[in-house]
Structures are given as structure tokens and as C-alpha cells.
T-cell receptor, first 113, second 115 residues
Framework: NAGVTQTPKFRILKIGQSMTLQCAQDMNHNYMYWYRQDPGMGLKLIYY???????DKGEVPNGYNVSRSTTEDFPLRLELAAPSQTSVYFC????????????FGEGSRLTVL | AQKVTQAQTEISVVEKEDVTLDCVYETRDTTYYLFWYKQPPSGELVFLIR??????QNEISGRYSWNFQKSTSSFNFTITASQVVDSAVYFC????????????FGSGTRLQVQP
């Protein structure tokens, strides 16, 4: 029962470095999402995908890119990391049914110094 | 645009007290879903309940109960006889019926239950 798997769980980056957060789900869900959670705040939507080959911006997309080449994988790319991107990142997925429930990964804590 | 407001930033209670977490939402959709998630200190998000906009019946699950009132756009969460293990951040969220079907989250309420 893997569900939604995120790697890495923790990462420290220097300003200007780049990295990719990996997200994979084994539930054959069409919808996938990336959220960020800043300290003491709720989750904000960065990017989402409604199916393989289709991605779109959420509320806070600046500084990030995504791709969705397969149904299972939805990596999040950080280019030129900045301290403002220090956050906890959550990947989530949901099915095409109208139930609305999102299944979340365990989160990836990123610190940019 | 959708919005979820959790006005209570932090609540502290003593064990065995009842506590209610407030949630007010805004949406133009006629069909939508409301959620509560729990985030314990370990950081993961734990799904607690989903309620669709056509079902206003209150729900009880053990010590947890939820009061959904469309007239006031509220979806409040009550914990009866709170326990130390209930200490966590609780998020209310609103889902869109169509399109991207993303969740819009409130800012969360941190509940501390003191022994």
C-alpha cells in the first residue's frame, strides 16, 4: 500500500541551486497536485495536473516547474532556489470520481540557505 | 474564488474538555465538498471527514462530530472529551466539483490539549 510517495523527505539547498522533488502514486489517479506549507500556514497550491501531458499553474507557481509524462509521476522542479522557497512540500493525488478526496504524501521539508 | 477561514489560530484546553473548531467557507459552486484534515506533530496530513454540499446532516464518529450549516457557510468540528493525542493542527478545506478539483485550505487551528 504505497499510495503517494515523495522523495527526498529532507533537503538543504544553497541559494541558486536547483533540485527536483519526486512524487509517484500507484493508485492510477488522473489528478495530481503540489502544495507548499509555510510555517504556521495552510497549504497553497503550486501546480496541478489533470492527466498525463497536462499541467497548469496554481496560486503560487513562481520559481517552480512541473511535468507529467506518465500517470504515476509528477516531479516538481525548483530552479535557482531562494530562501522564500523554504517550506514543506506536499504531493497529492485524486481519482476522476466526484468524491473529491485527495491522498497526500508524507511531505518533503526543504530549506534554502 | 473560493476561500476558507479558520479564525481560531490556536486553542488550548485541558484534557476531557470539549472543544469546537470553527470553519467558514466561501464558494460560488452549488456542488462542493468540505473536508477536515489533522496534522499531528509528525507532519503528515490525516483525512478525517468529507461532506458534500447536499448533505447537511451532522455526523458523529466516536468523540468527533461535525456540524454543517449551509445557511451560515460553516462546517464546524467538535471534539468531545479531548485527549492529549488530539493535539495537532486541524485544517478545514473546500474542494471544487469540477475543473482542477483542488482543495482550498484554511490556515489551520492549532489545538493543544494539556494533561
Amino acid at each position: 500500500n504505497a499510495g503517494v510517495t515523495q522523495t527526498p523527505k529532507f533537503r538543504i539547498l544553497k541559494i541558486g541551486q536547483s533540485m527536483t522533488l519526486q512524487c509517484a502514486q500507484d493508485m492510477n489517479h488522473n489528478y495530481m497536485y503540489w502544495y507548499r506549507q509555510d510555517p504556521g500556514m495552510g497549504l497553497k497550491l503550486i501546480y496541478y495536473s489533470v492527466g498525463a501531458g497536462i499541467t497548469d499553474k496554481g496560486e503560487v507557481p513562481n520559481g517552480y516547474n512541473v511535468s507529467r509524462s506518465t500517470t504515476e509521476d509528477f516531479p516538481l522542479r525548483l530552479e535557482l532556489a531562494a530562501p522564500s522557497q523554504t517550506s514543506v512540500y506536499f504531493c497529492a493525488s485524486s481519482s476522476s470520481s466526484a468524491t473529491g478526496e485527495l491522498f497526500f504524501g508524507e511531505g518533503s521539508r526543504l530549506t534554502v540557505l | 474564488a473560493q476561500k476558507v477561514t479558520q479564525a481560531q489560530t490556536e486553542i488550548s484546553v485541558v484534557e476531557k474538555e470539549d472543544v469546537t473548531l470553527d470553519c467558514v467557507y466561501e464558494t460560488r459552486d452549488t456542488t462542493y465538498y468540505l473536508f477536515w484534515y489533522k496534522q499531528p506533530p509528525s507532519g503528515e496530513l490525516v483525512f478525517l471527514i468529507r461532506r458534500n454540499s447536499f448533505d447537511e446532516q451532522n455526523e458523529i464518529s466516536g468523540r468527533y462530530s461535525w456540524n454543517f450549516q449551509k445557511s451560515t457557510s460553516s462546517f464546524n468540528f467538535t471534539i468531545t472529551a479531548s485527549q492529549v493525542v488530539d493535539s495537532a493542527v486541524y485544517f478545514c478545506a473546500l474542494s471544487e466539483e469540477a475543473g482542477r478539483r483542488a482543495l482550498t485550505f484554511g490556515s489551520g487551528t492549532r489545538l493543544q490539549v494539556q494533561p
